[in-house]
């Protein structure tokens, strides 16, 4: 139960961290964001960079996808310029788990009492630096306590079967990414756990891989639930979204053990090497995507259109 008390207290402590991060970047570029994405995706292309680049900084495709429904709904955008926007915010995520591999435990106190100090001043563009420096010391916090918490926590009977079940099946550790990704609405806090385990071998490579795989589909629900009342187009994109990422992984589901024995490869750390997966994953799985965007977007709104 202590344990348990930790893991959530570890889950809020992240979650949170991304939250004051992402608000701090938005308020200091959300506006000129929007203008750019609007200017910026004429083609499918243009529409990927701007999306990727607009992820990174912001640190959550989630946001980007929000932003772009906001667009949609107002007028600004298309669904067909989405598209690429969408393609973009899957590699621009990847940004963020490569970051979150630095080991700057040493900063991280210093980090937060600068950004707990700037928080609190007047100027509302020291709060917004403050709120993303204590949000780095509040992410990379939690990561050290996932880490800290994998081997007391995998000792627990249900755990340990629950781990089991992952370690035997692919599907249940896709269908376990998605569902719990789904629930806290972070694909970056499902894979930092994930990486947690992961670091202290008690999940497989190619488990991790699945269940990274279930989170890019379970960030969807962000996007879904941003479409609600938001007009015809703006449900189209979120359609568009929830199926490139399922394609992705369906496409992807049946090279995960080739996959995992070539992870080693790219790092010797087994949590680096999943976040490079990612990487490669969401940029291969986009650029097969990009050259036939438009008739992927034809077909969404044939299948999702009336």
Known sequence: MVYLLFFLLFLAVFIGGMTLLRKGLFELS??????????????????????????????????????????????????????????????????????????????????????????????????????????????????????????????????????????????????????VTAMIQSSTAMTGIIMGFLSEGTLSMDSAIAAMLGANIGTCITAMLASIGAGKEARLTAFAHVWLNIAGAAVFYLFIDQIAALAPMSATRPEVQLAHVSVIYNIVASLLVLPVAEKFGKMIEFIHGK
């Open 30 to 179: 959300a506006s000129r964001m929007k203008n750019w994405l609007t200017v910026m995706t004429d083609t499918p292309l243009k529409g990927l960079i701007a999306g990727t680049i607009a992820t990174a900084l912001l640190h959550s495709s989630s946001a980007v996808m929000v932003i772009t429904i906001g667009l949609i709904s107002a007028g600004l955008l298309k669904f067909s310029q989405s598209i690429g926007i969408i393609l973009g915010s899957n590699i621009g995520t990847t940004f963020t788990l490569e970051i979150i591999t630095f080991n700057i435990d040493a900063f991280i106190v210093p980090f937060a009492v600068i950004g707990a100090i700037l928080m609190v001043s007047r100027n509302k563009t020291w709060q917004n630096i403050g709120a993303i420096s204590f949000g780095i010391a509040a992410v990379f916090a939690a990561m050290r306590g996932f880490t800290f918490l994998a081997d007391p926590v995998t000792s627990l009977p249900i755990v340990e079967l629950a781990l089991a079940n992952l370690n035997n099946s692919h599907l249940v550790s896709i269908i376990s990414g998605t569902v």
